[in-house]
């Protein structure tokens, strides 16, 4: 057992809901419905909001970040000090923001907009991985990835430290030695690329998570399937699907990858093995899609 904090580092994004009742459509237009506006909440997205999952659980997290300097920009970094120990470098463009227009608790549309970019690392944000005890990298292509002297040290850390990589299409392949790698099965599959994988979906995920485990160099890879649940490849030769009971198909899926991860590493900074993990964190991560994703999570201040 560790006693250094989750780091948890990556693109953090503002997300935005919308929420309101659709009983009629645009005049003149055959299917664009008119959204009667009810209410609306936001929250840290990204690794914002993943590091918020893993503070509300008790774990001690610093999040290492990178933010513009605009009002959403000083928005998140509000809301983040309050809960997290934040480092956070300088974003270059507008900051990321993600709306989602809902009825009755479906998403029917989402607005994106903000161009932000991560500059150059800085030297507390290099610092701030020194004690880890375990770190998530919640990469979202805004390219905090990319910054050759962070993944320098993250390479290091990783012969000693575990490192848990989420990764994004847009983003960076992850480092080599990390104990496990969390892409989903889209992710998987363009990873892999040109490489078609056979078969339907659970016995798609279960090659995938095999083939990563060499492509990406890591101890363990968990390819997440939906309503399928989960695959996992380790290096002893475990090849195993991780079934769950689904949601129904109105649930608010919003946040279960982040979910999935903060439990996965939580729990591997504690010392459990990745296949015990990865059974908790599939588990916790259907109960969060169950209970109202991240749209139940609510910030008092």
């Known amino acids: 057992m ?11 994004l503002l997300d935005v809901d919308i929420d309101g009742v659709a009983h009629r459509t645009v005049p003149g237009t055959t ?21 918020l999952l893993a503070a509300a659980d008790g774990v001690p997290v610093r999040l290492i970040t990178m933010l513009c300097h605009d009002a959403e920009g000083d928005l998140l970094a509000h809301t983040l000090r309050h809960r997290v120990e934040l480092v956070a470098g300088d974003a270059s463009g507008a900051s990321c923001v993600k709306i989602r227009i809902r009825d009755r608790g479906r998403t029917l549309a989402r607005l994106d907009h903000g161009n932000s970019q991560a500059q150059p ?6 610092d701030a991985l020194a004690d880890a005890g375990a770190v998530l990298v919640a990469d979202y292509g805004r390219g905090i990835t990319s ?3 962070l993944t320098h040290a993250l ?6 430290i575990p490192v848990i990589w989420d990764p994004h299409p847009r983003g960076s392949i992850p480092i080599p030695g990390c104990a496990l790698t ?14 078609m994988l056979p078969g339907e979906t659970t016995q798609r995920g ?16 968990l390819v997440t399937l939906g309503e399928h649940g989960a695959a996992i490849a380790t290096t002893n030769g475990h090849n195993h699907l991780l079934p769950v009971d689904p949601a129904d198909n109105t649930a608010d899926t919003c946040g279960a990858g982040d979910r ?10 504690q010392g459990t093995e990745p296949l015990t993990a990865a059974h908790t964190a599939v588990q916790q991560a259907t109960h969060f899609v169950k209970t109202g994703g991240a749209n139940a999570l609510r910030l008092t201040h």
């Open 121 to 126: 690392a800085t030297h507390p944000m290099i």
């Open 260 to 269: 999935l991860a903060t439990t996965l590493a939580a729990e591997i900074r």
């Open 147 to 149: 910054d050759t002297t």
């Open 155 to 160: 390479t290091t850390l990783a012969t000693h």
């Open 182 to 195: 969390t892409p989903n099965l889209t992710e998987a599959q363009l990873a892999l690329n040109p490489r």
């Open 2 to 12: 560790t006693t250094g904090p989750l780091v948890v580092l990556g693109d953090t």
């Open 206 to 221: 279960r090659e995938a998570a095999r083939l990563l485990l060499n492509r990406w160099n890591c101890w363990a890879a």
């Open 31 to 51: 299917h664009a419905p008119v959204i009667d506006v009810t209410g609306g909440r936001w929250r840290p997205g990204g690794a914002g909001l993943a590091a």
